[in-house]
Protein backbone atom coordinates (compact mmCIF):
# COMPACT_ATOMS: atom_id res chain seq x y z
CA UNK A 1 0.00 0.00 0.00
CA UNK A 2 3.09 2.17 0.75
CA UNK A 3 4.44 1.57 -2.47
CA UNK A 4 1.14 2.56 -4.47
CA UNK A 5 0.57 5.63 -2.29
CA UNK A 6 3.84 6.60 -2.88
CA UNK A 7 3.85 6.06 -6.68
CA UNK A 8 0.35 8.09 -6.45
CA UNK A 9 2.33 10.88 -5.10
CA UNK A 10 4.65 10.84 -7.19
CA UNK A 11 2.42 11.28 -10.43
CA UNK A 12 1.83 15.21 -10.56
CA UNK A 13 5.68 15.26 -9.85
CA UNK A 14 6.42 12.72 -13.50
CA UNK A 15 3.86 14.54 -15.15
CA UNK A 16 5.28 18.16 -14.08
CA UNK A 17 8.97 16.69 -15.13
CA UNK A 18 7.59 15.95 -19.10
CA UNK A 19 6.01 19.23 -19.00
CA UNK A 20 9.10 21.38 -17.69
CA UNK A 21 10.93 18.47 -20.73
CA UNK A 22 9.01 19.84 -23.08
CA UNK A 23 9.09 23.46 -21.99
CA UNK A 24 13.01 23.35 -21.98
CA UNK A 25 13.48 21.24 -25.54
CA UNK A 26 10.88 24.30 -27.28
CA UNK A 27 13.11 27.06 -25.41
CA UNK A 28 16.01 25.35 -26.68
CA UNK A 29 14.64 24.96 -30.32
CA UNK A 30 13.68 28.57 -30.43
CA UNK A 31 17.05 29.93 -28.93
CA UNK A 32 18.59 27.84 -31.56
CA UNK A 33 16.47 29.28 -34.49
CA UNK A 34 17.39 33.05 -33.01
CA UNK A 35 20.84 31.54 -32.83
CA UNK A 36 20.35 31.12 -36.44
CA UNK A 37 18.83 33.93 -37.25
CA UNK A 38 20.65 36.48 -35.92
CA UNK A 39 23.31 34.91 -33.77
CA UNK A 40 27.24 36.29 -34.93
CA UNK A 41 28.20 34.76 -38.09
CA UNK A 42 31.99 33.93 -38.91
CA UNK A 43 32.29 35.75 -42.43
CA UNK A 44 35.25 33.24 -43.27
CA UNK A 45 33.38 30.32 -42.56
CA UNK A 46 30.87 28.57 -44.97
CA UNK A 47 27.02 29.63 -44.49
CA UNK A 48 25.29 27.51 -42.36
CA UNK A 49 21.67 25.63 -43.89
CA UNK A 50 18.75 26.47 -41.68
CA UNK A 51 17.49 23.33 -39.69
CA UNK A 52 14.27 23.78 -37.37
CA UNK A 53 15.74 20.73 -34.62
CA UNK A 54 18.75 21.20 -33.02
CA UNK A 55 21.25 18.59 -32.95
CA UNK A 56 19.28 16.22 -35.89
CA UNK A 57 20.08 19.15 -38.04
CA UNK A 58 19.31 18.37 -41.90
CA UNK A 59 19.30 14.74 -41.00
CA UNK A 60 16.07 14.11 -42.07
CA UNK A 61 15.94 15.79 -45.63
CA UNK A 62 19.14 14.68 -46.80
CA UNK A 63 18.24 11.10 -45.59
CA UNK A 64 14.93 11.28 -47.62
CA UNK A 65 16.22 12.57 -51.24
CA UNK A 66 20.50 13.61 -50.51
CA UNK A 67 20.77 15.13 -54.21
CA UNK A 68 17.26 17.31 -53.94
CA UNK A 69 18.30 18.52 -50.75
CA UNK A 70 21.80 19.39 -51.60
CA UNK A 71 21.28 20.80 -54.97
CA UNK A 72 18.34 23.36 -53.45
CA UNK A 73 21.03 24.37 -50.60
CA UNK A 74 23.39 24.87 -53.48
CA UNK A 75 21.05 27.06 -55.35
CA UNK A 76 20.21 28.72 -52.02
CA UNK A 77 24.14 29.09 -50.17
CA UNK A 78 26.03 27.90 -53.69
CA UNK A 79 28.70 25.20 -53.78
CA UNK A 80 30.14 25.80 -50.35
CA UNK A 81 28.05 24.90 -47.00
CA UNK A 82 28.11 23.43 -43.76
CA UNK A 83 24.84 21.70 -42.58
CA UNK A 84 24.05 19.59 -39.31
CA UNK A 85 23.65 16.01 -39.22
CA UNK A 86 23.22 14.01 -35.88
CA UNK A 87 25.35 16.47 -33.87
CA UNK A 88 28.18 16.42 -36.84
CA UNK A 89 28.84 19.15 -38.94
CA UNK A 90 29.20 18.42 -42.82
CA UNK A 91 30.81 20.84 -45.28
CA UNK A 92 29.52 20.44 -48.59
CA UNK A 93 31.69 21.57 -51.42
CA UNK A 94 30.02 20.82 -54.76
CA UNK A 95 31.67 21.16 -58.48
CA UNK A 96 34.78 19.67 -59.78
CA UNK A 97 36.47 22.57 -57.86
CA UNK A 98 34.99 20.76 -54.61
CA UNK A 99 35.63 17.48 -55.74
CA UNK A 100 39.28 18.52 -56.42
CA UNK A 101 39.94 20.24 -52.74
CA UNK A 102 37.86 16.73 -51.22
CA UNK A 103 39.87 14.07 -52.95
CA UNK A 104 43.19 16.11 -53.23
CA UNK A 105 42.96 17.25 -49.66
CA UNK A 106 46.34 16.07 -47.76
CA UNK A 107 46.49 12.83 -45.62
CA UNK A 108 47.20 15.27 -42.33
CA UNK A 109 44.73 17.74 -43.39
CA UNK A 110 41.71 15.67 -43.96
CA UNK A 111 41.12 11.73 -43.25
CA UNK A 112 38.94 9.54 -44.38
CA UNK A 113 39.91 6.64 -41.25
CA UNK A 114 38.61 9.49 -38.84
CA UNK A 115 35.39 9.84 -41.24
CA UNK A 116 34.79 5.78 -41.68
CA UNK A 117 36.45 3.85 -39.01
CA UNK A 118 34.29 3.99 -35.71
CA UNK A 119 32.26 1.84 -38.24
CA UNK A 120 34.57 -0.30 -39.99
CA UNK A 121 36.41 -1.00 -37.59
CA UNK A 122 33.74 -3.66 -36.21
CA UNK A 123 32.71 -5.44 -40.05
CA UNK A 124 36.39 -5.71 -41.49
CA UNK A 125 38.60 -6.48 -38.08
CA UNK A 126 41.74 -4.48 -36.27
CA UNK A 127 44.41 -3.20 -38.02
CA UNK A 128 43.29 -3.05 -41.34
CA UNK A 129 42.22 -0.49 -44.30
CA UNK A 130 41.15 2.65 -42.00
CA UNK A 131 41.96 0.66 -38.67
CA UNK A 132 45.64 0.19 -40.23
CA UNK A 133 47.89 3.30 -40.18
CA UNK A 134 47.55 4.71 -43.40
CA UNK A 135 51.21 3.83 -45.22
CA UNK A 136 50.16 0.14 -43.82
CA UNK A 137 46.42 0.65 -45.92
CA UNK A 138 48.33 2.02 -48.72
CA UNK A 139 50.20 -1.04 -49.13
CA UNK A 140 46.94 -2.70 -48.81
CA UNK A 141 45.10 -1.12 -51.41
CA UNK A 142 48.15 -2.23 -53.81
CA UNK A 143 48.36 -6.14 -52.84
CA UNK A 144 44.72 -5.89 -53.72
CA UNK A 145 45.06 -4.26 -56.72
CA UNK A 146 47.93 -6.18 -57.71
CA UNK A 147 45.87 -9.21 -57.20
CA UNK A 148 43.11 -7.90 -59.63
CA UNK A 149 44.91 -8.54 -62.78
CA UNK A 150 44.88 -9.37 -66.38
CA UNK A 151 46.03 -13.02 -65.89
CA UNK A 152 43.20 -13.53 -63.32
CA UNK A 153 40.33 -11.86 -64.97
CA UNK A 154 41.17 -14.23 -67.97
CA UNK A 155 40.02 -16.56 -65.64
CA UNK A 156 36.97 -15.03 -63.76
CA UNK A 157 35.26 -14.39 -67.02
CA UNK A 158 34.15 -18.01 -67.59
CA UNK A 159 33.62 -18.17 -64.33
CA UNK A 160 31.20 -15.53 -64.16
CA UNK A 161 29.37 -16.63 -66.98
CA UNK A 162 28.81 -20.34 -65.21
CA UNK A 163 27.61 -18.70 -62.12
CA UNK A 164 25.05 -16.70 -64.02
CA UNK A 165 24.04 -19.54 -66.13
CA UNK A 166 23.81 -22.03 -63.02
CA UNK A 167 21.79 -18.99 -61.32
CA UNK A 168 18.67 -18.19 -63.42
CA UNK A 169 18.51 -22.02 -63.97
CA UNK A 170 16.16 -22.02 -61.38
CA UNK A 171 14.13 -19.89 -63.43
CA UNK A 172 11.61 -22.18 -64.32
CA UNK A 173 8.78 -20.65 -66.12
CA UNK A 174 8.89 -19.13 -69.37
CA UNK A 175 8.57 -16.29 -68.34
CA UNK A 176 7.91 -14.24 -65.22
CA UNK A 177 9.07 -11.38 -62.86
CA UNK A 178 11.77 -10.64 -60.37
CA UNK A 179 13.30 -7.77 -58.27
CA UNK A 180 16.08 -6.34 -59.71
CA UNK A 181 18.03 -5.39 -56.73
CA UNK A 182 17.37 -8.62 -54.74
CA UNK A 183 18.27 -10.78 -57.95
CA UNK A 184 21.74 -9.27 -58.33
CA UNK A 185 22.34 -9.17 -54.60
CA UNK A 186 22.06 -12.97 -54.64
CA UNK A 187 24.01 -13.07 -58.20
CA UNK A 188 26.76 -11.33 -57.37
CA UNK A 189 27.59 -13.01 -53.89
CA UNK A 190 28.27 -15.86 -56.15
CA UNK A 191 30.53 -14.34 -58.65
CA UNK A 192 32.60 -11.96 -56.06
CA UNK A 193 32.68 -14.79 -53.97
CA UNK A 194 33.53 -17.47 -56.98
CA UNK A 195 36.20 -15.03 -58.20
CA UNK A 196 37.79 -13.22 -55.70
CA UNK A 197 36.94 -14.87 -52.39
CA UNK A 198 37.59 -18.63 -53.25
CA UNK A 199 36.58 -22.08 -54.12
CA UNK A 200 36.72 -22.81 -50.13
CA UNK A 201 34.39 -20.06 -49.44
CA UNK A 202 32.05 -20.19 -52.81
CA UNK A 203 30.98 -23.74 -51.72
CA UNK A 204 30.18 -22.91 -48.19
CA UNK A 205 27.62 -20.13 -49.49
CA UNK A 206 24.86 -22.12 -49.15
CA UNK A 207 25.35 -23.12 -45.88
CA UNK A 208 27.09 -20.79 -42.90
CA UNK A 209 29.16 -18.04 -44.76
CA UNK A 210 25.61 -16.70 -46.19
CA UNK A 211 24.35 -16.27 -42.39
CA UNK A 212 28.13 -14.48 -41.79
CA UNK A 213 27.92 -11.92 -44.08
CA UNK A 214 24.11 -11.29 -44.05
CA UNK A 215 25.15 -10.70 -40.48
CA UNK A 216 27.70 -8.37 -40.99
CA UNK A 217 25.99 -6.41 -43.34
CA UNK A 218 23.33 -5.93 -40.81
CA UNK A 219 26.51 -3.60 -38.67
CA UNK A 220 27.30 -1.75 -41.95
CA UNK A 221 24.21 0.46 -42.60
CA UNK A 222 23.68 4.00 -42.26
CA UNK A 223 22.44 3.84 -38.45
CA UNK A 224 26.14 1.97 -37.98
CA UNK A 225 27.63 5.03 -39.14
CA UNK A 226 25.68 7.73 -36.24
CA UNK A 227 25.88 4.94 -33.51
CA UNK A 228 28.96 2.10 -34.26
CA UNK A 229 28.59 0.72 -31.41
CA UNK A 230 25.05 0.19 -29.51
CA UNK A 231 24.42 -3.11 -26.61
CA UNK A 232 21.69 -4.58 -29.41
CA UNK A 233 21.67 -7.96 -30.99
CA UNK A 234 22.59 -6.83 -34.32
CA UNK A 235 26.04 -5.47 -32.63
CA UNK A 236 26.61 -8.27 -31.49
CA UNK A 237 25.56 -10.61 -34.07
CA UNK A 238 27.97 -8.72 -36.10
CA UNK A 239 31.38 -9.01 -33.71
CA UNK A 240 30.44 -12.95 -33.74
CA UNK A 241 30.13 -12.74 -37.50
CA UNK A 242 33.78 -10.63 -37.90
CA UNK A 243 35.48 -13.26 -35.46
CA UNK A 244 33.55 -16.23 -37.23
CA UNK A 245 34.76 -15.00 -40.99
CA UNK A 246 38.39 -14.59 -39.87
CA UNK A 247 38.16 -17.95 -38.23
CA UNK A 248 36.98 -19.47 -41.72
CA UNK A 249 40.03 -17.39 -43.55
CA UNK A 250 42.45 -18.64 -41.18
CA UNK A 251 41.82 -22.18 -41.62
CA UNK A 252 41.40 -22.19 -45.27
CA UNK A 253 44.78 -20.12 -45.75
CA UNK A 254 46.00 -23.02 -43.12
CA UNK A 255 45.76 -25.60 -45.33
CA UNK A 256 46.72 -23.55 -48.87
CA UNK A 257 49.64 -23.06 -46.98
CA UNK A 258 50.17 -26.99 -45.55
CA UNK A 259 49.14 -28.10 -48.72
CA UNK A 260 51.34 -25.71 -50.71
CA UNK A 261 47.95 -24.87 -53.26
CA UNK A 262 49.00 -22.85 -55.03
CA UNK A 263 46.14 -23.51 -58.23
CA UNK A 264 43.87 -20.81 -57.72
CA UNK A 265 43.53 -17.81 -59.70
CA UNK A 266 41.54 -15.83 -56.63
CA UNK A 267 42.34 -12.90 -54.48
CA UNK A 268 42.72 -14.64 -51.71
CA UNK A 269 45.58 -16.33 -53.22
CA UNK A 270 47.20 -13.22 -54.41
CA UNK A 271 47.03 -12.02 -50.38
CA UNK A 272 48.57 -15.08 -49.27
CA UNK A 273 51.24 -14.71 -51.50
CA UNK A 274 52.38 -10.82 -50.76
CA UNK A 275 54.74 -9.23 -48.53
CA UNK A 276 54.78 -6.45 -46.30
CA UNK A 277 57.69 -3.46 -47.57
CA UNK A 278 59.42 -4.77 -44.35
CA UNK A 279 59.60 -8.30 -45.87
CA UNK A 280 56.84 -9.51 -43.11
CA UNK A 281 53.75 -11.79 -44.46
CA UNK A 282 50.33 -10.85 -43.83
CA UNK A 283 48.83 -12.32 -40.20
CA UNK A 284 45.82 -14.25 -41.20
CA UNK A 285 43.39 -11.97 -39.48
CA UNK A 286 44.86 -9.02 -42.37
CA UNK A 287 43.85 -11.35 -45.09
CA UNK A 288 40.61 -11.86 -43.37
CA UNK A 289 39.82 -8.48 -42.81
CA UNK A 290 40.78 -7.31 -46.49
CA UNK A 291 38.90 -10.35 -47.73
CA UNK A 292 35.84 -8.75 -46.26
CA UNK A 293 36.46 -4.81 -47.02
CA UNK A 294 36.84 -6.37 -50.50
CA UNK A 295 33.31 -7.85 -50.19
CA UNK A 296 31.82 -4.60 -48.10
CA UNK A 297 33.74 -2.91 -51.06
CA UNK A 298 32.21 -4.74 -54.00
CA UNK A 299 29.18 -6.22 -53.46
CA UNK A 300 26.11 -3.82 -52.89
CA UNK A 301 27.90 -1.80 -55.28
CA UNK A 302 28.08 -3.47 -58.57
CA UNK A 303 24.70 -5.35 -57.40
CA UNK A 304 22.47 -2.20 -57.38
CA UNK A 305 24.33 -1.04 -60.36
CA UNK A 306 23.70 -4.58 -62.57
CA UNK A 307 19.95 -3.75 -61.35
CA UNK A 308 20.22 0.33 -62.44
CA UNK A 309 21.55 -0.98 -65.83
CA UNK A 310 19.08 -3.63 -66.40
CA UNK A 311 15.95 -1.37 -65.41
CA UNK A 312 17.46 1.31 -67.80
CA UNK A 313 17.58 -1.28 -70.56
CA UNK A 314 14.25 -2.67 -69.66
CA UNK A 315 13.02 0.51 -70.88
CA UNK A 316 15.24 0.55 -74.09
CA UNK A 317 14.36 -1.98 -76.17
CA UNK A 318 16.28 -0.20 -78.79
CA UNK A 319 19.55 0.04 -77.10
CA UNK A 320 19.55 -4.23 -75.94
CA UNK A 321 18.79 -4.62 -79.86
CA UNK A 322 21.79 -2.59 -80.27
CA UNK A 323 23.82 -4.39 -77.62
CA UNK A 324 22.77 -7.92 -79.34
CA UNK A 325 23.99 -6.49 -82.52
CA UNK A 326 26.91 -5.08 -80.92
CA UNK A 327 27.87 -8.96 -79.46
CA UNK A 328 27.59 -10.39 -83.05
CA UNK A 329 29.49 -7.55 -84.90
CA UNK A 330 32.32 -7.97 -82.56
CA UNK A 331 31.85 -11.51 -81.38
CA UNK A 332 30.70 -13.29 -84.57
CA UNK A 333 27.28 -14.52 -83.15
CA UNK A 334 25.84 -14.46 -79.60
CA UNK A 335 26.90 -17.42 -79.25
CA UNK A 336 30.84 -17.13 -78.84
CA UNK A 337 32.41 -18.06 -75.78
CA UNK A 338 32.47 -14.63 -73.65
CA UNK A 339 36.39 -13.95 -72.45
CA UNK A 340 38.14 -11.24 -71.04
CA UNK A 341 39.79 -10.24 -74.45
CA UNK A 342 36.15 -9.83 -76.32
CA UNK A 343 34.32 -8.36 -73.71
CA UNK A 344 36.61 -5.77 -73.80
CA UNK A 345 35.26 -4.94 -77.03
CA UNK A 346 31.54 -4.18 -76.08
CA UNK A 347 32.57 -0.79 -76.14
CA UNK A 348 28.53 0.03 -76.35
CA UNK A 349 27.81 -2.27 -73.08
CA UNK A 350 30.50 -0.38 -71.36
CA UNK A 351 29.05 2.83 -72.43
CA UNK A 352 25.46 1.72 -71.27
CA UNK A 353 27.32 0.62 -67.33
CA UNK A 354 29.14 3.62 -67.80
CA UNK A 355 26.18 5.43 -68.09
CA UNK A 356 24.43 3.78 -65.14
CA UNK A 357 27.50 5.11 -63.01
CA UNK A 358 26.39 8.39 -63.84
CA UNK A 359 22.70 8.83 -63.19
CA UNK A 360 22.56 6.34 -60.00
CA UNK A 361 25.97 6.48 -58.69
CA UNK A 362 25.85 3.58 -55.71
CA UNK A 363 28.02 5.92 -53.97
CA UNK A 364 26.79 9.38 -54.52
CA UNK A 365 28.96 11.00 -52.05
CA UNK A 366 32.55 10.66 -49.87
CA UNK A 367 33.26 12.32 -46.23
CA UNK A 368 36.64 12.87 -44.86
CA UNK A 369 37.31 14.41 -41.36
CA UNK A 370 39.36 17.75 -40.79
CA UNK A 371 42.10 16.69 -38.57
CA UNK A 372 44.69 19.93 -38.88
CA UNK A 373 44.49 22.05 -36.08
CA UNK A 374 44.15 24.97 -38.11
CA UNK A 375 41.25 23.87 -40.26
CA UNK A 376 41.50 24.14 -44.11
CA UNK A 377 41.28 26.43 -46.25
CA UNK A 378 39.07 26.10 -49.82
CA UNK A 379 41.10 28.60 -51.80
CA UNK A 380 38.31 29.28 -54.50
CA UNK A 381 36.31 30.88 -52.37
CA UNK A 382 38.41 31.36 -49.56
CA UNK A 383 35.93 29.54 -47.10
CA UNK A 384 37.75 28.50 -43.70
CA UNK A 385 36.24 25.03 -42.25
CA UNK A 386 37.81 23.78 -39.11
CA UNK A 387 39.07 20.80 -37.61
CA UNK A 388 36.63 18.38 -36.48
CA UNK A 389 33.99 19.18 -39.54
CA UNK A 390 33.25 16.75 -42.34
CA UNK A 391 34.08 17.46 -45.91
CA UNK A 392 31.75 16.05 -48.14
CA UNK A 393 32.36 15.57 -51.93
CA UNK A 394 29.63 15.01 -53.87
CA UNK A 395 29.56 13.48 -57.75
CA UNK A 396 26.32 13.04 -57.46
CA UNK A 397 24.94 16.34 -57.86
CA UNK A 398 27.97 17.24 -60.21
CA UNK A 399 27.20 13.96 -62.86
CA UNK A 400 24.00 15.36 -63.09
CA UNK A 401 24.94 19.42 -63.29
CA UNK A 402 24.18 20.62 -66.90
CA UNK A 403 27.43 22.53 -66.59
CA UNK A 404 29.09 19.54 -66.79
CA UNK A 405 26.10 17.15 -68.82
CA UNK A 406 23.73 17.75 -71.87
CA UNK A 407 20.37 16.77 -70.48
CA UNK A 408 21.69 15.18 -67.24
CA UNK A 409 18.83 13.48 -66.12
CA UNK A 410 18.77 11.41 -69.60
CA UNK A 411 19.75 8.03 -69.93
CA UNK A 412 21.98 8.56 -72.90
CA UNK A 413 25.16 6.13 -73.00
CA UNK A 414 25.59 7.68 -76.46
CA UNK A 415 26.73 11.03 -74.73
CA UNK A 416 30.08 9.31 -74.19
CA UNK A 417 30.92 9.33 -78.02
CA UNK A 418 29.48 12.32 -78.82
CA UNK A 419 32.00 14.87 -78.48
CA UNK A 420 29.29 17.75 -78.53
CA UNK A 421 28.15 16.76 -74.53
CA UNK A 422 29.98 19.32 -72.30
CA UNK A 423 32.02 16.38 -70.03
CA UNK A 424 34.33 16.00 -73.07
CA UNK A 425 35.57 19.78 -73.09
CA UNK A 426 36.16 19.64 -68.98
CA UNK A 427 39.55 21.12 -68.05
CA UNK A 428 40.90 17.89 -66.43
CA UNK A 429 43.57 18.65 -63.40
CA UNK A 430 46.81 17.24 -63.86
CA UNK A 431 46.79 14.82 -60.90
CA UNK A 432 45.43 11.88 -62.96
CA UNK A 433 49.04 10.23 -63.09
CA UNK A 434 49.79 10.64 -58.91
CA UNK A 435 50.75 7.51 -58.08
CA UNK A 436 49.44 7.61 -53.65
CA UNK A 437 51.39 4.56 -53.21
CA UNK A 438 48.86 1.69 -55.00
CA UNK A 439 49.37 2.88 -58.59
CA UNK A 440 48.67 5.79 -60.67
CA UNK A 441 44.68 7.15 -60.01
CA UNK A 442 44.56 7.09 -63.36
CA UNK A 443 41.78 10.27 -63.57
CA UNK A 444 41.97 13.78 -62.21
CA UNK A 445 40.07 14.93 -59.38
CA UNK A 446 39.01 17.59 -60.95
CA UNK A 447 36.51 15.43 -63.09
CA UNK A 448 32.53 16.05 -62.96
CA UNK A 449 32.42 11.76 -63.32
CA UNK A 450 33.52 9.95 -60.12
CA UNK A 451 31.70 7.19 -59.52
CA UNK A 452 34.40 5.20 -58.38
CA UNK A 453 35.91 8.57 -56.18
CA UNK A 454 39.53 9.95 -56.86
CA UNK A 455 43.08 10.72 -55.26
CA UNK A 456 44.63 8.39 -52.51
CA UNK A 457 41.93 6.77 -51.57
CA UNK A 458 40.29 5.94 -55.11
CA UNK A 459 38.52 2.42 -55.81
CA UNK A 460 40.56 -0.18 -56.77
CA UNK A 461 37.63 -2.37 -57.83
CA UNK A 462 36.93 -0.34 -60.96
CA UNK A 463 38.03 -2.62 -63.85
CA UNK A 464 36.72 -5.47 -61.47
CA UNK A 465 33.61 -3.87 -60.67
CA UNK A 466 33.50 -3.17 -65.02
CA UNK A 467 34.13 -6.60 -65.73
CA UNK A 468 31.87 -8.73 -63.89
CA UNK A 469 28.60 -6.33 -64.33
CA UNK A 470 29.17 -6.21 -68.34
CA UNK A 471 29.89 -10.03 -68.29
CA UNK A 472 26.48 -10.51 -66.43
CA UNK A 473 24.52 -8.15 -68.93
CA UNK A 474 26.06 -9.50 -71.88
CA UNK A 475 24.79 -13.28 -70.57
CA UNK A 476 21.40 -11.98 -69.60
CA UNK A 477 20.37 -10.69 -72.73
CA UNK A 478 21.41 -13.24 -74.23
CA UNK A 479 19.58 -15.54 -72.14
CA UNK A 480 16.07 -13.52 -72.09
CA UNK A 481 13.92 -10.68 -73.96
CA UNK A 482 13.58 -7.92 -70.72
CA UNK A 483 11.10 -5.46 -70.25
CA UNK A 484 9.76 -2.90 -67.87
CA UNK A 485 6.38 -4.14 -65.77
CA UNK A 486 3.28 -3.06 -67.96
CA UNK A 487 2.53 0.93 -67.40
CA UNK A 488 5.72 0.80 -65.06
CA UNK A 489 8.99 3.34 -66.10
CA UNK A 490 12.76 3.44 -63.95
CA UNK A 491 11.82 3.59 -60.27
CA UNK A 492 13.05 6.53 -58.23
CA UNK A 493 16.19 6.02 -55.76
CA UNK A 494 15.77 4.49 -52.44
CA UNK A 495 18.54 6.22 -50.30
CA UNK A 496 17.97 4.72 -47.33
CA UNK A 497 20.55 1.89 -47.34
CA UNK A 498 24.81 2.74 -47.54
CA UNK A 499 24.09 2.57 -51.39
CA UNK A 500 21.71 4.17 -53.29
CA UNK A 501 19.04 1.09 -54.50
CA UNK A 502 16.23 1.61 -56.98
CA UNK A 503 13.12 2.23 -54.58
CA UNK A 504 10.61 -1.09 -54.69
CA UNK A 505 8.36 -2.09 -56.49
CA UNK A 506 11.78 -2.90 -59.41
CA UNK A 507 10.73 -5.62 -61.30
CA UNK A 508 11.90 -6.87 -64.23
CA UNK A 509 10.01 -9.35 -66.80
CA UNK A 510 11.81 -11.89 -68.69
CA UNK A 511 11.16 -14.48 -71.59
CA UNK A 512 12.83 -16.97 -71.85
CA UNK A 513 14.65 -16.59 -75.51
CA UNK A 514 15.01 -19.62 -77.44
C1 LIG B 1 36.87 2.81 -52.95
C2 LIG B 1 32.87 2.84 -55.71
C3 LIG B 1 33.58 -1.84 -56.79
C4 LIG B 1 37.11 -2.00 -53.51
C5 LIG B 1 35.72 3.22 -53.61
C6 LIG B 1 35.23 4.57 -53.63
C7 LIG B 1 34.11 4.57 -54.40
C8 LIG B 1 33.90 3.23 -54.88
C9 LIG B 1 33.21 5.76 -54.71
C10 LIG B 1 35.87 5.77 -52.93
C11 LIG B 1 35.43 5.92 -51.49
C12 LIG B 1 35.92 7.21 -50.85
O1 LIG B 1 36.65 7.98 -51.46
O2 LIG B 1 35.55 7.46 -49.69
C13 LIG B 1 32.74 1.58 -56.26
C14 LIG B 1 31.75 1.22 -57.25
C15 LIG B 1 31.95 -0.11 -57.57
C16 LIG B 1 33.07 -0.56 -56.76
C17 LIG B 1 30.71 2.16 -57.84
C18 LIG B 1 31.26 -1.02 -58.54
C19 LIG B 1 30.41 -0.65 -59.46
C20 LIG B 1 34.60 -2.27 -56.00
C21 LIG B 1 35.12 -3.63 -56.02
C22 LIG B 1 36.10 -3.68 -55.09
C23 LIG B 1 36.21 -2.35 -54.49
C24 LIG B 1 34.62 -4.73 -56.94
C25 LIG B 1 36.99 -4.82 -54.72
C26 LIG B 1 37.36 -5.74 -55.54
C27 LIG B 1 37.36 -0.71 -53.10
C28 LIG B 1 38.45 -0.34 -52.21
C29 LIG B 1 38.40 1.06 -52.07
C30 LIG B 1 37.25 1.50 -52.85
C31 LIG B 1 39.46 -1.29 -51.55
C32 LIG B 1 39.39 1.93 -51.33
C33 LIG B 1 38.84 2.68 -50.16
C34 LIG B 1 39.81 3.73 -49.68
O3 LIG B 1 40.93 3.87 -50.15
O4 LIG B 1 39.42 4.46 -48.74
N1 LIG B 1 34.90 2.42 -54.38
N2 LIG B 1 33.50 0.49 -55.98
N3 LIG B 1 35.28 -1.54 -55.06
N4 LIG B 1 36.67 0.41 -53.46
FE1 LIG B 1 35.15 0.47 -54.79
Known amino acids: MAVISTLVASLPSLSNLVIYTFLAFGVYVILNILNQLFGPKDAKAPPVVFSWIPFMGNAIQFGMNPIKFLQDCQKMYGDVFTFYMVGKKVTVLLGADGNQFVFNSKQNVSSAAEAYNDMTKYVFGREVVYDAPHSVFLEQKRFIKAGLNSDCFREHVPMIVDEVTDFF??????????????TFGSLIICTASRCLMGKEIRANLDKNVAQLYYDLDQGFQPINFIFPNLPLP???????????????????????????DTSNSDLLQALIDAN??????????????MMIAVLFGGQHTSATTSAWTLLEL????????????EQIEKLGSLKTDLTFENVKELSLLENCVRETLRLHPPIFQMMRKVIADDGVTFEKTGHQIPKGNFLCAVPGVTQVDETYFKEPLKYNPMRWVDLDDPVHSMEAGDDANVDYGFGVAGISSKSPFLPFGAGRHRCIGEQFGYLQIKTIIATMIRLFDIELEEGKGVPKSDYTSMVVVPEK??????????
Do not use: Q, V
Request: with cysteine.
Open 234 to 260: SYRKRDAACKKMAEIYSSIIRRRREEN
Open 169 to 182: KDFKKPSGTFDAYH
Open 314 to 325: AARPDLIRALRE
Open 505 to 514: PANIKYTWRE
Open 276 to 289: YKDGSDLPDHHIAG
